[in-house]
């Protein structure tokens, strides 16, 4: 008890000379989906804001930090109302946000309306946000999509030996853009692209797909997540399940790992790439899971981190960095904090992160493998990681930009091949 | 469903005078607006409750008028955006047409209102809960259609960087200008709509939603009037649709998605349908719970990602409390003052 008066009087002290700093504040504002298929992930997001600040002492540069959350349900719409809301009546300094593809398009063209502003992504993955006239205040500090699916492709030809693959993959932007990072490398380590199938975003009947699959390739890559997998899976064991499989970076996720029924047996052996591997030994991603599971009782959280957490604790770490750097220093329309987040590579949980001309980072990308985990489920085991991976996938942005931008045809495998 | 419109009897005095303390006192309030709120409760607030409001009023005209519960208002709305996007400029050079404003206005909305038209003549051979199931139907293909069409709605992202053209020198997305132009916008609905319905087009219709055999019987086209309603409604929905996708700056299918679609729904419901003014006033609530309830929730120390269920929950009221919106009780208040009347001299007791 005595030790307790003790202990808030001290606080108390300590806490004085900061209330008169009071005024001295900066304002995060949390752009963050919490409506919608993505609710559960926008939640972790912004648990993993509090859990940065709150290891940062609730300080940066020498400032209060508060911070608003602004929840948006994913449609570009609500999501640039909400950013309105943010910057004109709550009177936010720096937003970190949003969480899915197209609201981040719809925030980088947002972004350029607020010059005196930055905003710093969450964990939104298009290409296009960074690549596609980007905007000068808006800062990428997680990998796209087609960086996600980097690595993959020289894995499977130099330690699998599958060259030859037929891919069936979401008809939608994360489809294809997360398709073209793992195309560009497979076909540059001298892969073939056989056949490409392309699947409505929702669809339950994969019967067409599986019956036109060819025969004679190493493997299939599936570039399909959730109930879509699940449903893949549940045909294509039916059908014979015959060939090796290849993981897009939303295939092996716990949605699809923990499914019901012996459907996903199909995918043990197979290897996905992604932003993270749960089982990474680097001291510094073990010691933030740890900050994690004890920041939070065990039924408010996730087991460990999900991707939506990590990039919104990636984003909340860059600013309190910046911050730090420059005193709290964000006058001149912020010109020293977008400085302070450009220059220095920035230590993540996922390894060493820094950005590009374009203000998107560069990093590492975790191989995974689907293993059974010796109770009768199964999970991911990294097996892998390429570290490094730019924007434009290790090519110049000339050929990058000649490659076009990710659709059904794009790229084009034979090019690549006879380029590389 | 009550009348919407009662004759006041006696000497009508000029019209003028005619118009109650209470509408000078809003367009005053509306009017000045802009000299004491700040530019986000201008544009993101007010802009944004006269847009839904237009929408709404599409809806309220088709329900109070003509007994016709469509969803597909939303659709119709991001129709005309769609169309903006389409025939104007966008951030996607290649679907774009960069036609001027002059062009591709009219045809944003002519083909919005011929796209109401169709739904329309569908959904007209149905009543009651088949009306409100054939036009979902069509607003979740017209949604799924647009998320997987690439070559002409470009599929998932949409288009973005729509903005207004900068007419006589006014940036018209600045809080200011927007302010007053979605104002202009939904004034002019409103009085259109007020007007066609003591119109001979709009009194048929109401006869027809009262009894259209007997309006049948007396030689007027049951199925016209409808579609011609649907035609009209299609016309305010498109106008609100353009205004929004001004103010977004773009459009997506998530702009029509099934959610948007139920929540026009609402607000007209929570308005009142019996109407005009129902939509507007239902379009602000709705606004104000969207925008404000995270941080009232805050506020009250509770977590913030909870904020649906204040909405839901101040709709809920509305709608228990009063099952014709906020309008019934406005109605209801007002009856009961009038009760206290001598209903023979309309004295004071």
């Known amino acids: ?420 | 469903m009550a009348l919407a419109e009662r004759p006041r009897p006696g000497v009508q005095p000029l019209w003028i005078e005619r118009i109650p303390a209470a509408w000078w006192a809003l367009a005053l309030i509306l009017l000045t607006m802009p000299a004491w709120a700040n530019n986000f409760i201008l544009f993101q607030v007010m802009g944004w409750t006269f847009i839904l409001g237009m929408i709404a009023l599409s809806l309220m005209f088709l329900a109070g008028y003509g007994g016709m519960v469509s969803l597909i208002q939303m659709s119709v709305a991001a129709m005309a955006g769609y169309m903006m996007a389409i025939f104007g400029n966008s951030g996607m050079g290649d679907i774009s047409m960069g036609l001027p404003w002059w062009l591709y206005l009219p045809i944003a909305i002519v083909i919005a209102a011929i796209f109401g038209t169709i739904v329309g003549a569908l959904a007209v051979r149905t009543e009651g809960i088949y009306t409100i199931m054939i036009t979902l139907a069509i607003a979740a293909a017209f949604f799924y259609f647009t998320r997987q069409n690439y070559t002409i709605f470009n599929g998932y992202s949409g288009f973005n960087l729509v903005v207004p053209p900068e007419l006589f020198g006014v940036d018209w997305r600045q809080p200011m200008p927007f302010y007053y132009l979605t104002l202009g916008c939904a004034v002019i609905c409103y009085a259109v709509v007020v007007y066609v319905s003591r119109a001979p087009f709009g009194l048929a219709l109401q006869g027809v939603r009262d009894n259209p055999r007997r309006m049948a019987a007396l030689g007027f086209n049951v199925t016209a009037h409808r579609i011609a309603a649907y035609t009209f409604a299609s016309v305010i929905a498109a106008i609100g649709g353009i205004l929004l996708v001004w103010q977004n700056a773009q459009i997506a299918p998530g702009t029509a998605g099934i959610p948007a679609v139920i929540d026009i729904l609402v607000i007209a419901v929570v308005g009142g349908i019996s109407r005009p003014i129902g939509p507007f006033i239902g379009a602000l609530i709705y606004v104000l719970l969207r925008t404000f309830s995270p941080d009232v929730l805050l506020a009250f120390g509770l977590s913030g990602e909870r904020f649906k269920l204040l909405i839901g929950l101040g709709f809920l009221a509305v709608v228990f409390f009063s099952p014709d919106g906020v309008l019934g009780l406005w109605e209801r208040w007002k009856s009961r003052r009038d009760r206290r009347r001598d209903p023979l001299t309309g004295a004071d007791e």
């Open chain 1, 1 to 420: 008890m005595k030790k307790a008066l003790i202990a808030s009087v001290s606080m108390a002290a300590l806490l004085v000379p900061a209330g008169a700093m009071a005024q001295d504040t900066v304002k995060f504002g949390i752009l963050v989906a919490l409506e919608g298929a993505f609710a559960e992930g926008g939640a972790d997001g912004v648990r993993n804001v509090e859990l940065a600040i709150e290891q940062a002492g609730g300080m940066a540069g020498g400032k209060t930090i508060e911070y608003v959350v602004a929840p948006t349900d994913t449609t570009p719409d609500t999501t640039v109302r909400q950013a309105r809301k943010l910057i004109e009546q709550d009177g936010v300094d720096i937003i970190l946000g949003p969480l899915s593809g197209s609201e981040g398009i719809a925030m980088r063209d947002y972004a350029k309306t607020i010059p005196e502003k930055t905003v710093i992504n969450g964990i939104s993955g298009a290409l296009e946000t960074t690549w596609v006239d980007p905007a000068e205040n808006f800062f990428r500090f997680n990998l796209d999509g087609a960086q996600w699916g980097a690595g993959l492709g020289s894995y499977v030809v130099e330690e699998k030996g599958w060259t030859k693959v037929a891919t069936v993959a979401a008809d939608y932007s994360f489809g294809y853009t997360n398709f073209l990072g793992f195309a560009v490398d497979f076909c540059r380590s001298g892969g073939e692209i056989v056949e490409r199938f392309w699947v409505p975003l929702g669809s339950s009947d994969f019967g067409g797909v599986i019956a036109a699959l060819p025969d004679d390739v190493d493997a299939i890559y599936l570039g399909v997540g959730g109930t879509d997998a699940i449903n893949f899976l549940n045909q294509y064991s039916q059908a014979g399940a015959e060939t090796n499989l290849i993981g897009g970076t939303i295939m092996a996720d716990q949605t699809v790992l923990t499914s019901r029924g012996r459907a996903k047996e199909a995918l043990i052996g197979t290897p996905t790439s992604g932003a993270l591997a749960e089982d990474n030994p680097d001291p510094a991603w073990q010691e933030y899971v740890k900050a994690y599971q004890d920041a939070f009782p065990e039924d408010e959280r996730f087991p460990s981190p999900s991707l939506f957490g990590v990039g919104y604790y990636v984003a909340a770490l860059a600013a309190i960095d910046a911050l730090n750097e420059i005193d709290g220093d964000l006058s001149d329309g912020q010109e020293k904090f977008r400085a302070a987040l450009a220059d220095d590579p920035l230590d993540t949980p996922l390894g060493p992160v820094s950005l590009n001309e374009n203000r998107q980072a560069s990093g590492t990308v975790f191989i995974n493998e689907v293993q059974e985990d010796g109770a009768g489920g199964l999970k991911n085991v990294m097996v892998g990681k390429a570290e490094n991976v730019n924007q434009t996938l290790g090519m110049s942005m000339e050929d990058f930009r000649a490659m076009g931008l990710p659709s059904r045809d794009t790229p084009d495998c034979a090019a690549l091949a006879d380029a590389g």
